[in-house]
């Protein structure tokens, strides 16, 4: 699968810059001033035990970090990760300003595509949406998509049983609590041939948020640890709202972000150097004063992924989602617009794809739409290739005065170079009409059904995916007592 990279070589290449390296530099003085000067509250002792022994400034659970110890964290942590299948091919490079796409976690709510209605998420729409997301070509990493309401307890643990299960490319997934954390590693581990194998060609990645960018809650800091011990990729992503947790002006809400998310980065690289962490630097969330709602489709969330390349550090962040309640033209162009400007902005992990209502509705039928957006971004992206085979002069020479160039085995084998579409209609109206005169909405539905009517592909043998089960079983069993 080819990944898209703007193009920071040459000038005819695409690339977009929202700050520069002066600006980084600014930004980067002030978070460290942050965590020097004011510093944050840490609820995991152990962690607060490891940072006092680095030499960070420590009173009770308020801990202040020296700049020299942070800038050893960013030297320290590594700048590309690779992330494979679970068959153990290179599928995913994180870092530099290459693009890679995925779902998100957790919507309670679908809206669902046989009905068209907004309902309550279940399992089966969880098993439903791993299968779709894997038959999409554009989808380079899942996410467990819908949060099941018929799953009291573990929730979590069978999310990830049925990714591994239902899809072999690679996984990002959230825990609730610590309580299953080892468990649904230790089930990755297993589909992989164990930890070591895990460890060496990483298929999953741990997502983490913590409470505030000022306040690292326990389940947390002990997932990070836990993860760093094992070089598990992780992303860690403590949140600021502005005009709530953070100032409102965007620099100084920033500034705070990015001191947060240095917290884990230092915390991981104290417990294991090299520990592979993904951040989104410098990204605070923009807090509607009108609506009181947290808008996922704010076009600022690329914008700030400069930090990330001024730490070249692999980068986390939001495209492909969309405030709307309806699949109708706002759903596009937010769906459209974040993935556009995610990429040109070089994102990294580009994640919540067919997000919607503010991340509390999934939608099956909107992602099958992104895949095509994303399908023909990447075709956006591509530099123009000027060689003696493209140029074609002798060919010029021949044809041109005949005005003919359609019998030649030159365009016969440039005739499918452009973008070709999978859901955009080109016919004529008559054709369009001939066809069944349907909406790309209709079409996505109908590819939707396509997919579920085969039958589901299970990726682990047979051993492997009644071990992972076991696990499961486990894992919710003691959960529920």
């Given at each position: ?298 076009l600022h969330k690329a914008y700030f992924l400069e930090m990330n390349h001024y730490y070249n550090l692999p980068a986390f962040n939001t495209g492909g989602a969309t405030d709307s309640k309806l699949l109708d033209e706002q759903a596009i162009l937010e769906a459209s617009l974040t993935l556009y400007i995610a990429t040109l902005s070089g994102g990294n992990m580009i994640h919540d794809m067919g997000y919607m209502e503010s991340g509390l509705m999934g939608s099956l039928e909107l992602l099958v739409i992104e895949d095509e957006i994303v399908s023909c ?105």
């Amino acid at each position: 699968m080819k990944h898209p990279q703007t193009n920071v070589i040459t000038y005819a290449g695409t690339y977009h810059r929202s700050m520069s390296d002066d600006e980084c530099h600014i930004l980067h003085c002030a978070s460290l001033d942050i965590l020097e000067r004011t510093g944050v509250l840490l609820y995991y002792q152990p962690a607060i035990d490891l940072l006092k022994k680095a030499g960070c400034v420590v009173d009770g659970n308020h801990v202040r970090f020296p700049p020299h110890l942070v800038e050893w964290a960013l030297r320290t942590a590594p700048s590309r990760i690779m992330i494979y299948d679970r068959f153990g091919n290179p599928v995913m490079p994180l870092g530099d300003r290459i693009s890679t796409y995925g779902t998100g976690s957790d919507c309670p709510n679908i809206l669902d595509h046989r009905t068209g209605e907004r309902r309550k998420a279940v399992l089966q729409d969880v098993i439903d949406g791993i299968r779709v997301a894997d038959a999409l070509p554009h989808v380079d990493f899942i996410m467990s998509m819908f949060l099941p309401s018929d799953v009291p307890v573990g929730a979590d643990v069978r999310q990830m049983e049925v990714m591994l299960t239902y899809s072999a490319k690679p996984i990002c997934f959230v825990t609730y609590e610590w309580e299953g954390t080892p468990e649904v590693i230790e089930m990755a581990e297993v589909a992989v041939g164990g930890a070591d194998s895990l460890r060496a060609t990483p298929t999953a990645i741990l997502y983490l948020n913590p409470t505030t960018a000022f306040r690292h809650n326990e389940e947390a800091l002990r997932k990070l640890m836990y993860a760093a011990q094992k070089h598990l990729p992780t992303v860690y992503l403590p949140d600021v709202q502005r005009g709530l947790t953070c100032p409102i002006t965007f620099a100084g809400a920033m500034a705070c972000a990015n001191a947060g998310q240095l917290v884990g980065l230092l915390i991981a690289q104290l417990v294991s150097e090299g520990t592979p962490i993904i951040l989104n630097a410098a990204v605070p969330t923009s807090f509607d004063m009108k609506t009181m709602t947290l808008p996922y489709a704010g076009l600022h969330k690329a914008y700030f992924l400069e930090m990330n390349h001024y730490y070249n550090l692999p980068a986390f962040n939001t495209g492909g989602a969309t405030d709307s309640k309806l699949l109708d033209e706002q759903a596009i162009l937010e769906a459209s617009l974040t993935l556009y400007i995610a990429t040109l902005s070089g994102g990294n992990m580009i994640h919540d794809m067919g997000y919607m209502e503010s991340g509390l509705m999934g939608s099956l039928e909107l992602l099958v739409i992104e895949d095509e957006i994303v399908s023909c971004i990447k075709a956006s992206m591509t530099g123009l290739e000027i060689n003696e085979e493209t140029l074609a002069l002798d060919l010029i020479h021949e044809h041109a005065l005949k005005g003919n160039f359609l019998e030649t085995e030159h365009t016969l084998r440039h005739v499918r170079d452009d973008w070709q579409p999978r859901l955009v209609d080109r016919h004529n109206y008559e054709q369009w009409m001939e066809r069944g005169g349907t909406s790309m909405r209709e079409r996505a539905r109908a590819k939707i059904e396509e997919i579920l009517a085969e039958e589901p592909r299970h990726v682990l043998p047979p051993d492997v995916e009644k071990r992972i089960k076991a696990i499961a079983d486990r894992a919710v069993a003691a959960q529920a007592k």
